[in-house]
C-alpha cells in the first residue's frame, strides 16, 4: 500500500512540476524542452517500481526496473556481444550497403524521367510492403551468420532511401537550374553544388526512416536462424525460459541502440542542412 | 494517365531480373542433378530446368503465380491450406490494430494540441518510441499475454500493429489539428463558438486530409506490425505463420506466394483507404 501511495504521489508532483514548468516563460529554454519530457520518463519509471511492489506483481510477467537495471549491470557481457553481432555486424553493414547502393541508383535514375516517372510509383508501393518476410529467404541463401542479417536490411532499407533520394533531386526550382545554366555549370557542377545539397532533407528523411527498419531487420532475421548469440536469438530464448529481466534488459539494449542510432543520423543531419528552415527554428 | 507507360517499363524490368536470377541462382542445382544421371545439359534445358524446380532456390514468378492460384481459388476457403483463411486471420489482426492504432494517435494528438505539457512531455516519447525495434518485444508480449491467460492470438497481434501504425497517425493530426490558421480561429470565438464546438466544427473536419495522409501510410504499418508479431511467436494462422511454415517444413515456394498473399492484402488496404478519403473529401468539398 506504501508504495503504491508514494507512487501517486511521485507522479502527482512530477506532474506539477511539469505543468508549471511548462506555463512559465522558461517553457522555450532548451533545458526545459529537455527537463519536461526527462521528469515524464523518470514519473513512469517510478510508477513503474511503485506498481510493481505495490501490487506484488511476478516478476516473470512485469519485472520492476530496478531488478531489470541490476540485470543490465550484471551481464554487461553477453549483451555486448549481442549487440555487437546484432547491430554493428547485422544492421549497421546492411545499412551502409543498402543506403549507398539506393543512393546511387537514385542518381542514375535521376538522370532519364522516364525511369524516374516509372520507378517512383513502385518504389512507394514496394515500401509500403511487409518486406520483412522475405527473412526466412535471405537466411536460407546467406546462412545463419551477420551475412544473411545484413543482406535483410540491405533490402528493407533500399526502397525508402531511393524514393526519398528520387523526390529530393526533384526538388530543385527551374528558376535555380536556370541560373546555374547562366553561370555554364555542367550536369555534374549543378548534382554537386545545387541539386544533391537541396536533396538532402530528403535524403536524411529515408536515412532516418531506415535507420529504425535496420534494426527490426537484423532482430527478426535472428528469429529465423542465427548462431548462438545475437539480440534476437536472446530475446526469444530468454522469452522462451520465461526470465523477463533478462529479456527487457535486451529490449533496453534495443532501444538504446535505436535511438543512438537515430540521434547520430538526425546530429548529421543538423550540421549538413543547417539553413533549412526545419532546422533553423529549433534554434 | 502518364506515368502509366513508365511504370509498366519498371514493372517488367523487375519480372525480367527475377527471370535471370531464377536462371543464376538454380543453374547450379540443375547442373548438379545432370551429372549426377550423367547427362549433359544444353541452354535450352538449363533453363526449362530452372524454372520449373520444385525446390527452387528462387522459384520463378510463373511458377509462384501458379502456387498463388493453386492456394487461393482450388482450396476451400476453410481449409488450413488457402491462403484467403490465413489472409482472413492477418487481416482481422491488422484492422484491430488499426482501430486502436487510430484511436490511440488521435487521442494522444487532441492531449497534444489542446495541453502543453502533453506537447513538451510526451512528444518526444512517442518519437523514442518509434526508435524501439518493436520486433524485440513481439515474444515479451506473447509471452506475457499467455501468462495472464489470453490464449487468442489476435490480442498480442493487434497490439503489435497498433504499435508500429500510432506513430504516423499521431504525426499528421497533430499537424492536421493545428492547421486552422489564427484568423479562422478567431472567427470561431466571434461566434462566441464554445471549445467543443471549435473542435467539432473547425479542428476536426480540417484535420482530415492529414488524417487521411497518415492513414494509408499507418495501414500498411499495421500490416507489416501483424505480420511481424506472427513471425517469430510461432503462430500457427496468419500469412506470417505461413511464412514460417514454408520455411521450417514446406517447399520454399509457399513463402514466395504466402508473401505475394501479403503484398496483395498491403495494395487493397491502402487503396481502401485512398477510395475511402476521394469519396469523403469530395462530399466534405476539399476535393483537390
Request: glycine residues 8%; contains cysteine.
Amino acid at each position: 500500500m506504501i508504495w503504491l501511495l508514494s507512487g501517486a504521489l511521485f507522479w502527482a508532483a512530477a506532474f506539477a512540476v511539469n505543468v508549471a514548468v511548462a506555463r512559465s516563460r522558461h517553457s522555450a529554454r532548451r533545458w526545459a524542452r529537455v527537463f519536461v519530457p526527462a521528469l515524464f520518463g523518470i514519473t513512469i519509471l517510478v510508477v513503474w517500481e511503485c506498481l510493481v511492489r505495490g501490487l506484488g506483481i511476478s516478476p516473470v510477467l512485469l519485472p520492476a526496473p530496478s531488478a531489470i537495471a541490476a540485470r543490465f549491470a550484471s551481464s554487461g557481457e553477453i549483451l555486448w556481444q549481442d549487440f555487437v553481432q546484432t547491430a554493428v555486424k547485422g544492421a549497421l553493414s546492411g545499412y551502409v550497403i543498402g543506403c549507398a547502393a539506393a543512393f546511387l541508383t537514385a542518381i542514375l535514375v535521376d538522370r532519364r524521367d522516364f525511369l524516374r516517372r516509372g520507378l517512383l510509383p513502385v518504389g512507394n508501393f514496394v515500401a509500403a510492403l511487409p518486406i520483412v518476410g522475405i527473412a526466412p529467404i535471405l537466411v536460407k541463401w546467406y546462412g545463419f551468420g551477420w551475412e544473411s542479417k545484413a543482406a535483410v536490411v540491405v533490402v528493407m532499407v533500399f526502397f525508402p532511401m531511393l524514393i526519398n533520394t528520387v523526390s529530393g533531386l526533384g526538388e530543385t526550382s527551374a528558376m535555380q537550374r536556370d541560373l546555374m545554366r547562366t553561370y555554364a555549370a555542367g550536369y555534374w557542377t549543378t548534382l554537386l553544388k545545387l541539386r544533391l545539397p537541396a536533396a538532402m532533407p530528403f535524403v536524411f528523411n529515408g536515412l532516418k526512416i531506415s535507420t529504425t527498419l535496420a534494426l527490426i531487420g537484423a532482430i527478426v532475421a535472428e528469429y529465423f536462424g542465427s548462431p548462438i548469440y545475437g539480440m534476437g536469438f536472446r530475446i526469444q530464448s530468454e522469452a522462451g525460459r520465461l526470465s523477463m529481466d533478462m529479456v527487457w534488459a535486451e529490449i533496453a539494449v534495443a532501444a538504446l541502440a535505436g535511438s543512438v542510432f537515430y540521434g547520430a543520423v538526425a546530429l548529421m543531419e543538423r550540421i549538413v542542412t543547417f539553413w533549412h528552415p526545419s532546422q533553423r527554428s529549433q534554434r | 494517365m502518364r506515368s502509366v507507360l513508365p511504370v509498366l517499363a519498371v514493372i517488367a524490368a523487375i519480372i525480367a531480373l527475377w527471370y535471370a536470377g531464377a536462371l543464376a541462382l538454380n543453374a547450379k542445382w540443375a547442373r548438379e542433378q545432370a551429372a549426377r544421371s550423367g547427362t549433359e545439359l544444353s541452354l535450352t534445358a538449363l533453363v526449362v530446368e530452372t524454372m520449373n524446380q520444385e525446390r527452387a532456390l528462387l522459384p520463378a514468378p510463373h511458377q509462384v503465380l501458379a502456387e498463388l492460384w493453386d492456394s487461393t481459388v482450388n482450396k476451400r476457403v476453410t481449409s488450413k491450406r488457402s491462403l484467403v483463411f490465413h489472409g482472413w486471420i492477418t487481416l482481422q489482426a491488422t484492422l484491430w490494430g488499426f482501430a486502436l492504432g487510430v484511436v490511440v494517435g488521435v487521442g494522444l494528438a487532441i492531449a497534444i494540441v489542446y495541453s502543453k505539457v502533453m506537447d513538451m512531455s510526451v512528444m518526444p516519447w512517442a518519437i523514442i518510441s518509434q526508435t524501439i525495434p518493436i520486433v524485440a518485444i513481439a515474444p515479451m508480449i506473447i509471452v506475457v499475454m499467455s501468462l495472464i491467460g489470453i490464449e487468442e492470438r489476435l490480442v498480442p497481434k493487434a497490439v503489435i500493429s497498433a504499435y508500429l501504425c500510432f506513430f504516423p497517425i499521431l504525426v499528421g493530426m497533430v499537424k492536421g489539428l493545428r492547421a486552422p490558421e489564427s484568423a479562422q480561429l478567431d472567427l470561431m470565438r466571434t461566434y462566441n463558438a464554445s471549445a467543443l464546438q471549435s473542435f467539432f466544427k473547425l479542428r476536426l473536419p480540417a484535420s482530415l486530409p492529414y488524417l487521411f495522409a497518415s492513414a494509408k501510410v499507418g495501414i500498411a504499418a499495421a500490416l507489416v506490425g501483424t505480420i511481424v508479431g506472427e513471425l517469430p511467436t510461432g503462430a500457427l494462422r496468419g500469412l506470417g505463420a505461413r511464412i514460417l511454415v514454408g520455411d521450417q517444413f514446406g517447399p520454399p515456394i509457399r513463402i514466395w506466394s504466402a508473401l505475394l498473399a501479403a503484398s496483395i492484402l498491403a495494395a487493397a488496404l491502402v487503396a481502401t483507404v485512398g477510395l475511402i478519403q476521394r469519396i469523403t473529401l469530395k462530399r466534405m468539398g476539399m476535393a483537390q
